[in-house]
C-alpha cells in the first residue's frame, strides 16, 4: 500500500481555514439571529409609532364625524410608510368608519383582532388572500372613540431582513476569503523551511558531499534547521566509518577463507610442481633424448598453466576490494571459485553438479565481492558434508534477474538456527572452526548489488542457498521472502 502524505502546509492552511469557517459561520448565525430580531422590533416600533400618532390624530375628526379628513389620514398613513399593507378606522362598536380598501372592506379582518376593553395595544398574524399581515390594534381614547387597524405585509419586514443581513453575510465572507487567503500564506511561510528540511533528507545521498540548508529565521525551525544540519554532518561521517569497517570487515573474512582454503591451494600447486620436478630430472639426465623433450614438453607447459591459473585466482581473491563497477561473467566467477577449492571437494569426495539452464547473461557488480561470497557459501556446503555428498551449482535467467542456486546434501540448518543466520558472528561451527561473518557478510554484498539472498534447509537433507541479481545494475531494493 503506497503511503499517501499530507503536506504540512496543507495540514496548517485546512486547520486555520476550518477554524475560521467555524467561527464566520457562528458570527453569520448570531448576526442573522440579532439583526433579524433588532429589524423586526425596530419595525415594529415604527408601526406602533404609526399607528398611535394616527389614533391621537383622529379624534377631533371622529367626534366632529369629518369622514373626508379621516379617509386623508387613511390615505395618508400608507403613503408614508409603503410596506403598510393597509389600514383602517372602527368606532366604538367594531363598526367601520374609513378603510385603504379599493376593492372592498373585507368583513372579516373586524374579527380578526378584538382588542379588549384594558388593552392599550394588540398585534396579532393574519391572513388575507395570500398575503400574511402583522395587524396592529389602537384604541382611540382609550377605546370610547374607536380603534385604529394597521396591517403591514410579512414578507416586506423579512425583505428588509434579509437585504441588511446579506449585507453583514457579504462583510463576513469578504473577511473570510482574507482569512483563509492569510492562513495560506502564514502557513507557507512557516512550513516552508520545514520542506526544504524534507525535500533535503529525500534526496540524501551519503556518498555525495552533504547538503547544508541556511537558516531563515532565529525560533524553533531555525533552531530545528541548525540541528537537521548537524545531523547530516554526523550521518556522513557514521557512513563513512561504517562502510570503512564493513570494508574491513569483508577483507577479514577473506583472510579467515583463504586459511581455509590454503592446505588445498597448496595440494593445487604441489601437484604440478611434483610433476614438473619429475619431468625436468628426467630431461636433465638425458638432455639429447629429443623423444623424450617433446614428451615432456606439452606437459611441463600445461602444468606451469595450472600453476599460473591458480596463483592469478588467489592473487585476483586475496587483493585488497575496490570499489568498481563493472560487467561480471557469473559463469566464470563460479569456476574460478571452485579452482580455489577443488582440493576440498575431493578431499571430502564431494560430488559437483552444475545445471545451466539457457545462456546466462552478465551483470554488473563487483567481481571481488561476488566471488567471496561465492567462496563462503561452497565452503558452507562443504563443511556440512565431511562424508561426502553432492554439491549442485544451478544458473538460470528469468524475468531481467540472473537466479543462482547453490544447494548441498549436508545435515541442514536446525530450525532454531534458520531465523539467525544472517547474523553477524553467529556460527553453528565448533570454536575455531569459523569467524560467523561468512553469510552475514555475503548478505551485505548481495544487498548493495540490489539483489536477494535467501535460503531452504531441511535437517538431515540438505540447504540451498538462492542468490537473485539484476540484469542491469539497480540501486538497493526490498528483500523479496525467497526466490
Not at 216 to 239: A, C, P
Not at 258 to 271: D, S
Not at 464 to 474: A, D
Request: with cysteine; glycine share 6%.
Amino acid at each position: 500500500m503506497k503511503f499517501l502524505r499530507i503536506h504540512l502546509q496543507t495540514k496548517f492552511s485546512v486547520a486555520v481555514i476550518t477554524v475560521v469557517l467555524f467561527f464566520g459561520s457562528v458570527n453569520i448565525y448570531l448576526i442573522y439571529q440579532g439583526v433579524s430580531t433588532a429589524l423586526k422590533k425596530e419595525l415594529q416600533k415604527r408601526l406602533i409609532y404609526i399607528a398611535k400618532n394616527l389614533a391621537n390624530n383622529c379624534a377631533t375628526p371622529i367626534l366632529y364625524e369629518d369622514i373626508i379628513t379621516l379617509q386623508k389620514m387613511v390615505d395618508e398613513v400608507l403613503v408614508l410608510d409603503r410596506d403598510i399593507g393597509y389600514c383602517f378606522i372602527l368606532d366604538q362598536n367594531n363598526k367601520i368608519i374609513v378603510h385603504s380598501f379599493a376593492d372592498g372592506f373585507p368583513k372579516e379582518l373586524i374579527a380578526a383582532n378584538i382588542l379588549g376593553a384594558n388593552d392599550s395595544l394588540q398585534i396579532k398574524l393574519l391572513s388575507s388572500g395570500d398575503e400574511v399581515y402583522r395587524d396592529i390594534a389602537i384604541p382611540i381614547l382609550s377605546g370610547e372613540l374607536g380603534i385604529v387597524r394597521v396591517g403591514v405585509r410579512q414578507h416586506q419586514i423579512q425583505s428588509q431582513i434579509q437585504r441588511v443581513v446579506i449585507t453583514f453575510v457579504a462583510m463576513v465572507v469578504l473577511f473570510l476569503i482574507l482569512g483563509i487567503l492569510g492562513a495560506v500564506i502564514i502557513a507557507r511561510f512557516i512550513t516552508k523551511p520545514i520542506s526544504n528540511i524534507v525535500e533535503v533528507a529525500e534526496r540524501l545521498d551519503l556518498e555525495a558531499h552533504p547538503v547544508r540548508i541556511k537558516p531563515t529565521s532565529r525560533d524553533e525551525i531555525g533552531y530545528l534547521t541548525v540541528k537537521f544540519n548537524q545531523m547530516i554532518q554526523r550521518l556522513h561521517r557514521l557512513y563513512h566509518q561504517l562502510k570503512d569497517s564493513q570494508q574491513k570487515l569483508i577483507q577479514t573474512e577473506k583472510m579467515a577463507a583463504l586459511g581455509v582454503m590454503a592446505a588445498g591451494i597448496a595440494h593445487e600447486i604441489n601437484n604440478p610442481l611434483a610433476g614438473l620436478q619429475n619431468a625436468i630430472r628426467r630431461i636433465l639426465a638425458s638432455p639429447s633424448n629429443q623423444e623424450q623433450l617433446h614428451r615432456y614438453q606439452p606437459m611441463i607447459q600445461s602444468a606451469l598453466n595450472h600453476i599460473a591459473e591458480v596463483v592469478n585466482n588467489l592473487l585476483g581473491f586475496a587483493h585488497p576490494l575496490e570499489d568498481v563497477v563493472e560487467p561480471v561473467d557469473l559463469e566464470d566467477l563460479i569456476e574460478k571459485a571452485l579452482l580455489l577449492v577443488a582440493y576440498r571437494l575431493e578431499k571430502n569426495r564431494i560430488t559437483l553438479k552444475k545445471e545451466i539452464m539457457g545462456k546466462i547473461p552478465a551483470i554488473w557488480g563487483n567481481p571481488q565481492k561476488l566471488q567471496q561470497v561465492f567462496i563462503n557459501l561452497i565452503l558452507n556446503a562443504i563443511d556440512t558434508m565431511p562424508d561426502g555428498g553432492t554439491l549442485t551449482i544451478a544458473y538460470q535467467e528469468n524475468n531481467g534477474e540472473v537466479r543462482l542456486r547453490i544447494s548441498d546434501t549436508g545435515e541442514g540448518i536446525p530450525d532454531e538456527y534458520q531465523s539467525r543466520i544472517f547474523d553477524p558472528f553467529f556460527t553453528t561451527k565448533p570454536a575455531g572452526k569459523g569467524t560467523g561473518l561468512g553469510l552475514s557478510v555475503s548478505y551485505q554484498i548481495i544487498r548493495s548489488h540490489g539483489g536477494r539472498l535467501t535460503f531452504s534447509s531441511t535437517q538431515g537433507k540438505g540447504t540451498t542457498f538462492c542468490i537473485c541479481l539484476p540484469v542491469k545494475n539497480v540501486k538497493e531494493k526490498e528483500v523479496s521472502p525467497a526466490c
